[in-house]
């Protein structure tokens, strides 16, 4: 059963009209149509709006996208990380050999960007660079520190087959080493241990680096020594490798007039020889551990006679210093007595050679004036020699040699050797007296032994 919507009044199937009030009766079925009319109508407006919203939203997720995988994007990283330092960051965004930059390179690049330019002034250089790069559509660019470069940007491809790929290389450096020692060195690079066998005084490459100003923890061998430092490699300055170890050299000096004579003065350390002294080249010995006892003395020679300077120990070296300087002297006084007395001794030899040939001429002659200036007059040798000359004879001597000799004061007591005519040997003991005044001997005293 139908109602009238306006009266309420029954209406028969069928009807159109109502009877009651005159409102047309709506049919069911109409109803039904025009509802569902309007429904198709409004999908197409759905669907269009759908696709809009899909479309916006990859558009927007495509800008997003683009600006954080932009090459200028990466170059603002980069600026960012050089301006606060920040090595860990940048080792993600430079490149070394095709792979990222490790901590120990992160941190010698930027190191070696703050000593070489303002970190400010290139950072802003690396977006100013990339940015050009990027509107010109440059394959690459240079970005330099100071006066050198040290990072080649350059295209490599497409991220996601969509965006421009950028890639940073920090620009390589050859370092060499010239070490002052047969040695090998132990270095920590990359949490890897590496090692480099060095000749004295000959230049080797040490490595090729990512360019910056590394300090790495190294050990050095020299015999059966070791020694714990680091090497450093400051590119700004150089392309030469620095050693620093913790050790000591020593360096000495003779504070002695006899280190200018015309002998070698030989250096012995703990023992050994180590080299001779030079006046005028100072030479430096070592290295020695920190700790090591070192005792250093200077050793030499006047004909056969041996003469040493003090002994210094040089035991830890102070903080900071690995290069001591030790002070060695000779006794210049026992050293100018020996050689005065061996001159002395020479002077005697020729002062026998001499009284020899005039008592031979004494002899000859049988004349004790030939022989007196040699004798101390009013001595009994004086007397003893005069009579045996004048008694005359054949006695002839050959040169005598000295073969003994002792100095005490102005008293020199000698031994020769000889032979006479008939070719016996002769030893004699003779006792002279020196006048230092004038270099003048006399003997006072002879005995045949």
């Not at 709006?49 to 479309?55: D, E, F, G, H």
């Not at 690396?126 to 050198?148: N, R, W, Y």
């Not at 080797?204 to 990512?210: C, E, I, M, N, Q």
């Amino acid at each position: 059963m139908k109602y009238c919507k306006n009266c309420g009044n029954k209406l028969s199937d069928g009807q159109k009209v109502c009877t009651q009030c005159g409102t047309p009766v709506v049919q069911e079925n109409q109803t039904n149509q025009n509802v569902e009319h309007k429904k198709m109508n409004k999908k197409p407006l759905i669907i269009i709006a759908i696709i809009a919203l899909l479309l916006l939203l990859i558009f927007a997720v495509y800008k997003v996208v683009e600006s954080q995988l932009s090459p200028v994007k990466e170059a603002e990283e980069i600026a960012s990380d050089i301006k606060k330092g920040n090595t860990k960051s940048l080792k993600n965004h430079l490149k070394f050999n095709n792979r990222d930059l490790s901590q120990t390179e992160s941190r010698a690049f930027y190191d070696y960007v703050v000593e070489a330019d303002s970190s400010d002034r290139f950072a802003d250089e690396v977006e100013s660079q990339v940015k050009d790069m990027k509107d010109s559509d440059a394959e690459s660019t240079s970005i330099s520190a100071g006066e050198q470069p040290v990072i080649q940007v350059k295209k490599n491809g497409k991220k996601y087959s969509i965006f421009d790929n950028y890639e940073f290389e920090v620009v390589k450096e050859s370092v060499s080493i010239q070490s002052d020692s047969d040695s090998t060195i132990t270095y920590d690079y990359n949490g890897k241990k590496k090692n480099i066998k060095l000749s004295k005084d000959n230049d080797k490459v040490f490595a090729t680096l990512p360019i910056g100003n590394y300090h790495l923890d190294a050990t050095k061998a020299i015999d059966d020594k070791k020694f714990k430092g680091e090497v450093i490699v400051n590119m700004v300055d150089s392309s030469e490798v620095v050693e620093n170890f913790k050790q000591k050299n020593v360096k000495v000096n003779i504070d002695s007039e006899h280190s200018y004579g015309e002998e070698d003065v030989d250096i012995y350390i703990n023992g050994k020889k180590r080299g001779t002294y030079q006046t005028y080249d100072e030479t430096t010995y070592g290295p020695f551990l920190p700790d090591e006892k070192v005792a250093i003395y200077a050793q030499t020679k006047v004909n056969d006679k041996v003469f040493k300077t003090n002994t210094a120990n040089v035991t830890k070296a102070d903080d900071g210093e690995d290069e001591i300087t030790v002070d060695l002297s000779f006794d210049d006084d026992a050293i100018k007595d020996y050689k005065e007395n061996e001159e002395l001794k020479d002077d005697v030899q020729t002062f026998m050679e001499d009284y020899t040939d005039a008592l031979n001429e004494a002899y000859e002659e049988e004349d004790y004036m030939y022989v007196s200036s040699y004798i101390k007059s009013s001595s009994d040798t004086a007397d003893h020699i005069e009579n045996v000359v004048e008694e005359g004879g054949s006695t002839e001597f050959s040169t005598p040699k000295v073969t003994k000799y002792d100095k005490k004061g102005d008293t020199i007591t000698i031994e020769t050797e000889k032979k006479d005519q008939n070719g016996k040997s002769i030893k004699s003991k003779y006792v002279l007296d020196y006048d230092s005044t004038f270099s003048d001997f006399k003997i006072k005293d002879y005995t045949d032994i």
